[in-house]
């Protein structure tokens, strides 16, 4: 029986899991951010070191492999250095750095062909084939994509509200939340130069935040109850999610190849992950509305039944046992789930 | 006769007229940014002062008055330093400072009541009745509006351009142009991590410019023929600019008041300023267009009319004249258009 360590590494915050090879999590640790782009190097190998240490419960037993689950994993990175630091650990094998995309796919399955849709921040679609990245879409960034993700959200909500006040757009009750967000009162009687002070005044607010700061009203759009203007925030969210799922689960066919590479629905696992679609009920259900429209074969919506996850940790685990030769079946993948809930939960 | 010194102060330059109280036009001078919220108080003067040195051709004639318009008219300046500033070019009376709306609406004409649309880099709309701005609509900025405008048009061909790399959108000649200006070449086999080489290359390009930067591919929507992906773009800039004129059009009025104040087509002028109206033909035929579908009394596009203005220079000539109590006539505006175009062109 081999141990190994599973990290997914974050932008904000890594989770790291001592993991043996028949599946069973046998410790768990939490640090601050450990992506090397965002963090700097230095900073996320302490992130890396500092989770690890957690799960380890600081015994010095041997470790076989390491898996870091990160965004970036195609930059060349000096793993040499995370060698070095994974060392004191107990590492004896290497240090395997892959994406986060994959970690979360793996979250909701043990099989190697699949699709993947994640909406946090930003927004990206994966096509999964022979447990490879084949295809993906989107995840651009704030300014070129992530559409239908959380800054997206945040943004559409704030031109709303910019557009009600000065009579371009309808209406909303996303107005008042956002004011009050932003600690604005409305007076509609209250002009200058042309404009409501209020709109003045959101203006000023909006510009002092850093850009990507917007994604924080994107939670005000499921507060509001029958808005015809967040009803149609949320279904051109769900349109662009549709739009970037369909577009990675047609991906890997090359000009003239039969569909064999295609996303299989029913067949093949579908995974959903981040916050805008599993804590926002209504863009998930639309984005399967959707998808079953665009898939006549698929059953309808009950023929595409996504798995929701809340992180990369379980797949972390599933690909250092993947990775390392192990064959990951069902009972196996029960057990990474379950042990590691029981772990996650004492937290 | 007195003589009066008209400034229209841009972020990026600054344009002095020397006129005389017949309207005639007497001296023209340009200089860099002259906005104090852009450029810092000091510049900006010092930019003025510049201009206003290659007007006046540094003759110690008397000035009457100062009219200066700009962006942020409403900001609380301290307009004494102004004035000391520009007592060594002989002003004897006061320094007042305008809206920049103002100054472009008055660029096209000498009525007091009337509707502008400018769509520069930015977009706003005015309604302009008795002299005043009674409605400003719009001109929110890159984060929250300036819907249609310079930089919505950049950001859009580049989002277009990256769902069009991986199949999120259709295929648009605009790849070809955004790759070429940014120096990435397209190989549709080149792939790592489940991308196209150019659409990585074209996220690191992009992101490493100010975003504010993309404004710089709008004209590249002009130059493609035939293509639905930009036609798109210029239908939905277009429908954005019509809301945000509409809008203008109809402010003024409080509930349950009469249309007394709202924009009457072809009995009140409307000007349309900004290089996406004024050099952009296709944007400006298409808000035309909608216009007139949206108000059936203004008897189809023909009657609708607008003036096209190159800036607010003219502007500030026939308000420096109004408001020092000179009434600007057809004769007095003509001879305002006339003297300058005849100092600029010999610029």
Chains 1, 2 share one sequence.
Not at 94 to 111: C, N, P, Q, R, W
Not at 141 to 163: H, K, Q, S, Y
Not at 171 to 196: F, K, N
Request: glycine residues 14%; neutral net charge.
């Amino acid at each position: 029986m081999r141990n190994f360590l599973a990290i997914d590494a974050g932008g904000t915050s890594t989770r790291a899991v001592l993991i043996n090879s028949s599946g069973q999590c046998l410790g768990y640790g939490t640090a601050g951010g450990g992506n090397p782009v965002s963090r700097g190097f230095d900073a996320a190998l302490a992130a890396l070191l500092d989770a690890s240490r957690k799960a380890t419960g600081g015994t010095a037993g041997e470790v076989a492999e390491v898996l870091v689950a990160m965004a970036g994993a195609s930059l060349e990175l000096p793993t040499h250095l995370f060698r070095d630091g994974f060392a004191e650990l107990g590492l004896t094998g290497k240090v395997m750095i892959e994406s986060d995309l994959l970690a979360t796919f793996y979250s909701g399955t043990y099989h190697d062909d699949g699709l993947a849709l994640i909406a946090g921040t930003g927004a990206v679609g994966a096509r999964v084939v022979s447990s490879r990245l084949e295809a993906v879409t989107d995840g651009t960034g704030w300014l070129l994509g992530d559409n239908g993700a959380g800054f997206w959200l945040g943004r559409e909500i704030v031109r709303a509200v910019a557009a009600a006040l000065d009579g371009r757009g309808q209406a909303t009750s996303l107005t008042l939340l956002v004011l009050a967000e932003l600690g604005v009162t409305l007076d509609p009687g209250e002009r200058t130069q042309g404009r409501l002070r209020a709109q003045q005044q959101l203006i000023l607010k909006v510009y002092e935040l850093p850009a990507i700061e917007l994604s924080r009203f994107a939670p005000l759009v499921f507060q509001v109850k029958d808005d015809a203007v967040a009803q149609d925030i949320i279904d051109r969210a769900a349109q662009a999610l549709t739009q970037t799922l369909l577009a990675a689960s047609r991906a890997g066919n090359g000009p003239g190849e039969a569909d064999g590479r295609q996303w299989q629905p029913g067949a093949q696992p579908l995974v959903f992950g981040g916050s805008v679609l599993t804590k926002g009920g209504a863009v998930a259900a639309a984005v399967v509305g959707r998808l079953s429209a665009a898939m006549p074969g698929a059953g309808g919506p009950a023929g595409i039944s996504p798995v929701l996850v809340e992180d990369g940790v379980v797949g972390a685990s599933v690909m250092v046992l993947k990775r390392s030769g192990i064959q990951v079946d069902a009972p196996i993948f029960a057990r990474i789930q379950q042990s590691l809930a029981a772990l996650r939960g004492g937290k």
